[in-house]
């Protein structure tokens, strides 16, 4: 299976390798640091929040009666017309006037995680993939062209899953250009992960050039 693992070591794993057609053609060590932690429910949904409160765009905004222009002059005198007293056509009450309390663009929503929490969040979420076979370790992805039907005809043959995140170890535009257009399929980089994109999608697929880095990234 493809997220199975096995000890090798005090501080290394070991799942099985497999060449883009599907086929195991050996297995490929992993950092127990990142694919050995034992998952807590509790702290990926914080670093889930985090990420998601740090990624909100904040386009809601209300003018005040002093942001809307115009009514500067009394509408009329303060007594003597039998009406209510008024001080600009511009105050809450009024069409067309200010509004009160309402969204601003300055309200903050940003939330804070230390960098430890973050990454053993992260390593949790990585080893979850893994014990839930939910993780392919792909040797190398080549294309003969950067044609969305050949890389579509690749991911059938690994295994399936609806939403998949394919781990590079650097930008690779030609792989990126052919896969952009699959519904269910997103480019990370190895150096670039994070807890949300992980527990999104279904399915994991590293390449095998990207353990090292991000266990250079995320392993400290």
Avoid: C
């Avoid at 009329?76 to 105050?91: E, F, P, V």
């Avoid at 590079?168 to 250009?177: F, G, R």
């Amino acid at each position: 299976m493809a997220g199975s693992l096995s000890p090798r070591s005090n501080h290394m794993l070991s799942t099985k390798l497999h060449d883009q057609t599907g086929k195991e053609i050996g297995t490929v060590e992993l950092d127990e640091k990142l694919f050995g932690v034992k998952p807590s429910r509790g702290l990926i949904e914080q670093a889930v929040v985090t990420i998601l409160a740090n990624r909100r765009q904040v386009l809601a905004h209300t003018k005040t009666r002093g942001d809307v222009r115009g009514g500067g002059k009394k509408p009329w005198r303060q007594k003597g017309t039998g009406r209510a007293r008024q001080g600009s056509i511009r105050s809450p009450q009024w069409k067309g006037g200010g509004v009160v309390h309402g969204p601003r663009s300055n309200r903050n929503f940003t939330l804070k995680m230390t960098i430890a929490a973050r990454r053993k969040a992260l390593a949790m979420s990585l080893s979850d993939k893994l014990k839930g076979e939910q993780m392919t370790v792909v040797d190398t992805l080549k294309l003969t062209a950067p044609k969305t039907k050949e890389f579509a005809t690749i991911l059938k043959a690994l295994p399936a899953g609806k939403t998949r995140l394919v781990v590079l170890p650097t930008t690779d535009l030609p792989l990126v250009k052919a896969g952009r257009n699959i519904p269910g399929v997103t480019f990370i980089r190895a150096d670039s992960l994070n807890t949300y994109d992980i527990v999104r999608h279904s399915r994991l697929i590293v390449l095998k050039d990207a353990l090292p880095v991000m266990s250079k990234t995320y392993s400290r």
